[in-house]
């Protein structure tokens, strides 16, 4: 059982930059396909980015594509989504997820038993 845990949220200006984490307490992390969610207030949640146990193979929502990075680093049991040029409509509480395989569905939520508490991401002037 994973002790999902993600941190890097918090407030930030149109067009800055956050790192949100993902890390298991257990550090078995690496076990894992990994999964970056997000829902926002009124929305359904929808899939960001998710990657591989590996790190072989990425995938990212059309509204993320050239501005966010998923990365693990397995050594550190850690799962990364570097976020840049951040929007207004990026607001949204962030969520990871785990599942033992990846897929090309895995964004899609499908496969994902295991997730995190959340952080908050707030992108406003």
């Known amino acids: 059982q994973l002790q999902l845990v993600e941190s890097g949220g918090g407030l930030v200006q149109p067009g800055g930059s956050l790192r949100l984490s993902c890390a298991d307490s257990?550090?078995?992390?690496?076990?894992?396909?990994i999964g970056w969610f997000r829902q926002a207030p009124g929305k359904e949640r929808e899939g960001v980015a998710c990657i591989s146990k590996s790190g072989n193979y990425e995938d990212y929502a059309d509204s993320v594509k050239g501005r966010f990075t998923i990365s693990r680093d397995n050594a550190k049991n850690t799962v990364y989504l570097q976020m840049d040029s951040l929007k207004p409509e990026d607001t949204a509480m962030y969520y990871c997820?785990?599942?033992?395989?990846?897929?090309?569905?895995?964004?899609?939520?499908?496969?994902?038993?295991?997730w995190g508490k959340g952080t908050l991401v707030t992108v406003s002037s």
């Open positions: 257990g550090f078995t992390l690496s076990y894992y396909a």
């Open positions: 997820g785990a599942s033992n395989l990846y897929s090309d569905y895995t964004c899609q939520g499908r496969g994902i038993n295991q």
